[in-house]
């Protein structure tokens, strides 16, 4: 799995938790019979196996769509409001302050069995404060890169989205384990290029603008790649969860995902668009 923001739900990776319907037959067998745990395979009471709605329904793409717009524009109002009213003195600080609290959030929401709305709303707005100074930044160095940028994000999730509908594409195993281990990688190689970048070493696989050699265009352009891998993969487990019947509160998850993964995404091209600009 590669969104760790899935990795801890059951129902977003096809494994469907018992209604209280099967709970309380299976309570009932061990009563009966003696043994504990699951009856035998195959041992099923009438309607037993017809999964009941959660009692505060289920989740739906509709639901997904919507708390997603709703996390991008506090995204993007945020990013706004950094971008126009942040004082030029205060831009790094922003950056990595927001960066450093925007990882941590991930983290511990992430690790939540039920996801927080406060701490997913939270995290967009902390995100918007970063993509609002990282894109002040770029600006300033390259007038009109955001709009560019905003608009070749947008184009590249819709595209990857209609590929991913139109052409059938099937998120298997395989897939997922490649994706995984090429985003962790990655991470891991960003990672260290910033603690030695604190110190002064300049490793030259992260520079901006036109003078940016090949292995800084290399690894943005495999950085997209991955972006746009993560977002496929993310699509594959919001239908999951949609097909196992997932409780409405999980579509706070599917948002929380998408968003962290449309983030990375915008990052990724910023910076790409830098390296053939003047």
């Given at each position: 799995m590669a969104n760790p923001i899935f990795r801890?739900?059951?129902?977003?990776?096809?494994?469907?938790?018992?209604?209280?319907?099967?709970?309380?037959?299976?309570?009932?067998?061990?009563?009966?019979s003696g043994f504990?745990?699951?009856?035998?395979?195959?041992?099923?009471?009438?309607?037993a196996h017809q999964q009941q709605a959660p009692a505060g329904g289920v989740m739906t793409l509709d639901d997904v769509i919507a708390k997603s717009a709703a996390t991008l524009l506090l995204v993007f109002v945020a990013a706004a409001a950094t971008f126009v009213l942040l004082p030029p003195q205060f831009l790094f600080p922003a950056l990595?302050?927001?960066?450093?609290?925007?990882?941590?959030?991930?983290l511990l929401v992430a690790g939540r069995h039920t996801i927080p709305v406060g701490g997913v709303m939270?995290?967009?707005?902390?995100?918007?404060?970063?993509?609002?100074?990282?894109?002040?930044f770029f600006e300033t160095m390259f007038e009109g890169i955001v709009v560019s940028?905003?608009?070749?994000t947008f184009v590249a999730a819709g595209a990857t989205l209609a590929a991913y509908k139109f052409f059938n594409i099937r998120v298997t195993p395989r897939f997922r384990k490649?994706?995984?281990?090429?985003t962790a990688a990655m991470a891991g190689v960003f990672l260290v290029n910033l603690v030695l970048a604190?110190?002064?070493?300049?490793?030259g696989i992260r520079d901006v603008g036109s003078?940016?050699?090949?292995?800084?265009?290399?690894?943005?352009?495999?950085?997209?790649?991955?972006?746009?891998?993560?977002?496929?993969?993310?699509?594959?487990?919001?239908?999951?969860?949609?097909?196992t019947r997932a409780p409405a509160t999980e579509s706070w998850r599917a948002a929380f995902g998408i968003t962290v993964t449309m983030v990375w995404l915008y990052v990724e091209i910023l910076r790409i668009l830098s390296y053939v600009r003047d």
């Open positions: 801890n739900s059951e129902t977003f990776n096809g494994r469907p938790a018992p209604t209280q319907a099967q709970q309380q037959f299976q309570s009932r067998w061990g009563q009966q504990q745990g699951q009856p035998p395979q195959g041992y099923q009471p009438p309607q990595i302050g927001s960066a450093l609290v925007g990882f941590v959030t991930v939270f995290y967009a707005a902390v995100e918007g404060v970063f993509v609002g100074a990282i894109s002040k940028a905003v608009l070749a490649m994706v995984f281990i090429g604190l110190f002064g070493i300049d490793t003078g940016a050699g090949l292995l800084s265009i290399a690894v943005s352009v495999l950085a997209v790649g991955l972006a746009v891998f993560n977002l496929i993969v993310d699509f594959d487990f919001v239908e999951r969860g949609i097909a």
